[in-house]
């Protein structure tokens, strides 16, 4: 039998169908465990109620389904059912009945017995940032639930298909209903204080370094609730500068530790996690910060502007690194806070740079701390995560005028698997390009997607899930939806150049102009569908640890003659991978220098993040070395 979603008369004209009233459901001594942990009499209605509520099914079909499902229960003769059990068989008979829309709307997210147990019991290995603890297992099972409802619900099949594919990679899914990243300006709760939505107290504007650090911090951990991933904070050691006038150096000193332990001990964000954050540090007053009034103590303008204290800022910046190289109490690095130190030309022009980059460079060596990040020429950035920065046009150095409105956020990130469609192209470079736009297209659809989702839940305002992200202090919404990026990254280019062109990226110079050929268009088809669909989509090198071996799971797969050529790892133990986005082979037998200036001519490219790491390994250079 087959009924529609408009079977009107199905219940009659279906021949051979014999329809018996003998055994009522009142007749049924069945009772039924909930979901709502409650144990009740069985009730067929309660069937047909959930698929009317649930699914566009008609009332007859429905009906007849809610019948058919009663008579299967009857003829098992159970003393009792649970909930799981009656949508399973409900399920089965809308697939039964060729419903298979109806089916995919009334099914039941969650996971297996057994893999709960496993969650419970065992570490999480895929995220080394969650602890196991009952906040990580709630986490676990909250994502699993969270990925299947975005990829049912959020995301078309069309796109869920080419996620489960590995044609691209959705990151995030299991915090579907939060933004991606953010940037996050300090003079916000410098000027407002702590006042939060729904928070049964309010903070007014700190009086003293001490609080204004603490208000910091607690305000980041709210925040790392509402984003997927880093919490980063513009020019700390400058905004705060206004606050450590007279400050001696024990007492900044202590101020620098009171920041750092308190990030780094924080273990309160997402599964007990320490808050993942970032702290973008000066030298020098770049100058869009030059001429801008400062706020100092009780959210009051001081009457006089950054570049007033540029000295107070240089000693806090430089007492944070002091405390990066004592490390904690057992001496070990701190993971987080993130020390990212910008770098514009105005730098190497700045009293005192040649020793403040002598003391970051030895914490590099040391520590490994120090991120170092070159603004070229008078460009400014706001970096956080792994690598994510966000590039400031004219209107976002207007808005450094009136600092606590530099709110910035990259909405999702998607990331595009790159040796899969050399495969497809056969090294015919013309169809690589034709299938490479094709795949973009399908990633700015999964962000309009994504885009649409989030817009739902910040029109909600206070009432919605997103609300402190809707609070309006200063005259808008805090997200500031039309500044949001979508990100584009990548995986696997030095597969997908070797794989086309028969060398890695290190191996010959033709190979590397290959693959800036491949960027160079993602971007300029980022660039146009973005025009076309009125968002801004930067590439981004994608933090892909986990993506990496992903794609080369699948394609080993879906491809076993083509991937096993040009994929990493061990094949044997299943430990594989493909090269991180514009990365060179990590095993090439280059200096670092040399690598440095090779996968740096990939970085004017990706507006929204680039690095090159160096593996120093045990050998720890001396700082003056690095300069």
Known sequence: MKLTESSADARTSEPGMIWSDEKESTELSLFVRTSDEEIKKWDRNRIYEALIRETTISEDAASIVAREVEKLIASLELDFVTAPLIRELTNAKLVEYGLAKIRRQHTRLGVPRYDARQIIMSPNKENANVPHGPEATNLTLSERIKKEFALLEVFGQELADAHMRGDIHLHDLGMIDRPYCSGQSIEYVKKFGLNLPNAISIAKPAKHPEVLIEQIIKFSAALQGHFAGAIGWDAVNLFLAPYLVNVDDDRMKQLAQILIFEFA???????????????????????????????????????????????????????????????????????????????????????GHDEFMHKICSVASEKGNTYFVFDRGNTAKISECCRLTFKLDQTDLDDAKTPWKMRYSAMQNVTLNLPRIAYEAHQDDTRLIDILKERLDIIAHAHLQKKEFISKLLAMGKQGPLALLTMELDGEPYYRLHKASFLIGMVGLNEM???????????????????????????????????????????????????????AKLDTKYYPLQAPTVIRGNRNSGEIYYTNSTYLNVGAPISAIERTKMEGVFHPLIDAGALTHVWLGEHKPAPRNQI
Do not use: C
């Not at 989509?537 to 794609?551: G, N």
């Open 265 to 351: 001990q924080q273990a309160v964000a997402r599964g007990g996690q320490s808050i993942f954050s970032d702290l973008n540090l000066y030298w020098e007053v770049p100058d869009h910060f030059v001429g801008v009034p400062a706020i100092g103590p009780k959210g009051q303008f001081t009457g006089a502007n950054y570049e007033d204290y540029e000295e107070e800022a240089q000693r806090f910046v430089s007492a944070l690194f002091d405390v990066y190289m004592e490390g904690d109490a057992m001496g070990r690095p701190f993971f987080f806070p993130k020390p990212n130190v910008h770098m514009t030309e105005k730098f190497f022009k700045t009293e």
């Open 497 to 551: 150049v070797q794989y086309h062109t028969g060398k890695q990226m290190h191996e010959s110079k033709e190979a590397t102009k290959f693959g800036l050929k491949v960027i160079a268009e993602m971007k300029k088809e980022a660039e146009f569908l973005g025009e076309q669909y009125g968002i801004r989509m930067p590439l981004e090198q994608t933090p892909a640890e986990s993506t990496a071996y992903r794609f």
